[in-house]
Antibody, heavy 118, light 109 residues
């Protein structure tokens, strides 16, 4: 059974930093691209960042480029999102998602809430 | 950048009725790259349809997807109480790689 478990969310002040983690199990982690998708309170879904299975290729939404860094540890089956210089607009539930075989997201974690507030 | 526009914003139906949800792309896209998700309150999204018309594992056959070019649809025949949720379409492209529509809320009439 595929499982994705996010952690690391919480309250952070504007301009602060936070590191999210997503521990994966039940599939071959190193051969699958992974993404972070966020959802602001009461809003829709926004793709944030993606990383290839090897970690050699990374992609970012314009809204986070230069501030967020995606990475992975294939030995520990863990995905990361380093969030720097956060703003109130980054307040959201952050989901870890497994990229499917058809350019979709076939499995999702339960999400971790990031609140940016002074 | 491709923009996905979903309509209607809210769809009010009674259980047993049929539902048609629309997703329109700002330019022609490959149907291979079009997916639909269902999200219930407090839960993560769930993949329903990939490649515009293929049902994901475990999805009942009352859910079907269709379309090509710029116009895609998600159809739910005989809506059940468990189907009332928000539905999103999603496209895989180049820059950005992934785009979501703004969602359609299916609510009980």
């Amino acid at each position: 059974e595929v499982q994705l478990l996010e952690s690391g969310g919480g309250l952070v002040q504007p301009w602060g930093s936070l590191r999210l983690s997503c521990t994966a199990s039940g599939f071959s982690f190193s051969t699958n691209a992974m993404s972070w998708v966020r959802q602001a309170p009461g809003k829709g879904l926004e793709w944030v960042s993606a990383i290839s299975g090897s970690g050699g290729s990374t992609y970012y939404a314009d809204s986070v480029k230069g501030r967020f860094t995606i990475s992975r540890d294939n030995f520990k089956n863990t995905l990361f999102l380093q969030m720097n210089s956060v703003s109130v607009e980054d307040t959201a539930v952050y989901y870890c998602a497994k990229d499917g075989s058809y350019w979709d997201f076939d499995y999702w974690g339960q999400g971790t809430l990031v609140t940016v507030s002074s | 950048e491709i923009v996905l526009t979903q309509s209607p914003g809210t769809l009010s139906l009674s259980p047993g009725e049929g539902a048609t949800l629309s997703c329109r792309a700002s330019q022609s896209v490959s149907s291979s790259y079009l997916a639909w998700y269902q999200q219930k309150l407090g839960q993560p999204p769930r993949l329903l349809i990939y490649g515009a018309s293929s049902r994901a594992t475990g999805i009942p056959d009352r859910f079907s997807g269709s379309g090509s070019g710029t116009d895609f649809s998600l159809n739910i025949s005989r809506v059940e109480p468990a189907d009332f949720a928000v539905y999103y379409c999603q496209h895989y492209g180049t820059s950005p790689p992934y785009t979501f529509g703004q969602g359609t809320k299916l609510e009980i009439k």
